[in-house]
């Protein structure tokens, strides 16, 4: 079954500088990914979402990009400011989504 | 905006108690999802239901079970509640396939059963 991981590590860096998660899976290639949004106390909010065919997606400061030779999704979030703090999930599947365990990102002033 | 609202915020029960958690979308969306989340083990789906009175199980559906008796309101039961059902349950509602049309969240029912 396929499995997406994650950096479980938190990621600190300081404000103004360009934030990079990354989101590795293990078995099929997906269709597309999507990379959501959390807050602490509440629940997931959607961001972003790439297809296969697409190399790369922006919105405004972020932008997703999809390798599928490596398996991997890299998110960026450039001139990251503080209120980026959160944790950012992948989560890849058609009806029933699988998720990644996230990775808390600190922008620090 | 999509709006899903999960009835409480806090809850605390003791084991073997039944309970309830009870969600609802104001957009007319097919798709409703449960989900629990744990440290380290991430999202995992419980059970979803595509339309009224339909339900699929999801990666663990083991000890709990559905109802979907209107298009809006998706409830999820817990029949006996375990410790190990100490968690945060999220509910979530999207049109369609999520290819196209990504889940809307509720903010999640932290369930603590003593």
Partial sequence: SQKIEQNSEALNIQEGKTATLTCNYTNYSPAYLQWYRQDPGRGPVFLLLIRENEKEKRKERLKVTFDTTLKQSLFHITASQPADSATYLCAEGGNKLTFGTGTQLKVEL | ?114
Avoid at chain 2, 52 to 60: A, L, P, S, T
Avoid at chain 2, 80 to 90: G, K
């Fill in chain 2, 1 to 114: 905006d999509v709006k899903v609202t999960q009835s409480s915020r806090y809850l605390v029960k003791r084991t073997g108690e039944k309970v309830f958690l009870e969600c609802v979308q104001d957009m007319d969306h097919e798709n409703m999802f449960w989900y629990r989340q744990d440290p380290g083990l991430g999202l995992r789906l419980i059970y979803f239901s595509y339309d009224v009175k339909m339900k699929e199980k999801g990666d663990i559906p083991e000890g709990y079970s559905v109802s979907r008796e209107k298009k809006e309101r998706f409830s999820l039961i817990l029949e006996s509640a375990s410790t190990n059902q100490t968690s945060m349950y999220l509910c979530a509602s999207t049109t369609g396939s999520s290819y196209n049309s990504p889940l809307h969240f509720g903010n999640g029912t932290r369930l603590t059963v003593t």
